[in-house]
């Protein structure tokens, strides 16, 4: 039967190796030394179509000069042109704060900072007319005093009653007391 080997250098060697592959296989995909090829193939201009376009491409200008032979190749250049900037309306500023009421979370200036606030959006909606003000309450009397049994139960606690004998009696605990 044959036995491992337990020399450490095998260990280290089996590193070695492993680093050298990596080492030529990422020589090989990155460091190319590939020579150029002769015909660079260059873009054909592009000629700015007669129909309407909402956005702008960048068009292709030629550095070529009538001179230059046309079998040397050049780079070609090219000039995006800017987009048109669109001419806006002022934005409403109902307020009059000087935030624009689309950036302002306050837009009529009422003190609601909420997202929905519905009155931000038109001043006029979700006004609520004012409360009514509460009808005035007569001075309530207390209730006439009960007939009282002594010992006996009551209903509400707090009440307060006259026995036969003339005695007031007070509910309290349920039951009527002195």
């Known amino acids: 039967m044959a036995g491992k080997s337990t020399s450490g250098k095998q260990g280290t060697w089996g590193c070695l190796i492993v680093v050298a ?61 800017p987009p048109p900037t669109p001419t806006r309306k002022p934005l409403p500023d109902l307020d009059r704060d000087g935030i624009a009421d689309r950036y302002d979370n306050d837009k009529d200036g009422d003190g609601v900072v909420k997202t ?15 409360k009514r003000t509460p009808e005035a309450q007569p001075v309530r009397k207390p209730a006439p005093p009960a007939r009282a049994h002594p010992g006996g139960f009551c209903g509400s606690p707090g009440a307060v009653g006259v026995a036969s004998n003339g005695r007031t009696y007070t509910c309290l605990g349920g039951h009527w007391r002195r």
């Open 21 to 81: 592959v990596v080492m030529v296989g990422c020589s090989a995909l990155l460091g190319g030394n590939d020579p150029k090829s002769a015909a660079v193939a260059t873009p054909t201009p592009v000629t700015t179509p007669t129909s309407p376009r909402t956005t702008q491409e960048p068009t292709y200008t030629s550095t070529r000069t009538p001179a230059e032979p046309t079998g040397t190749p050049r780079e070609p250049t090219w000039t995006a042109e």
């Open 116 to 130: 929905r606030d519905l009155d931000d959006r038109d001043p006029d909606r979700g006004r609520r007319p004012p």
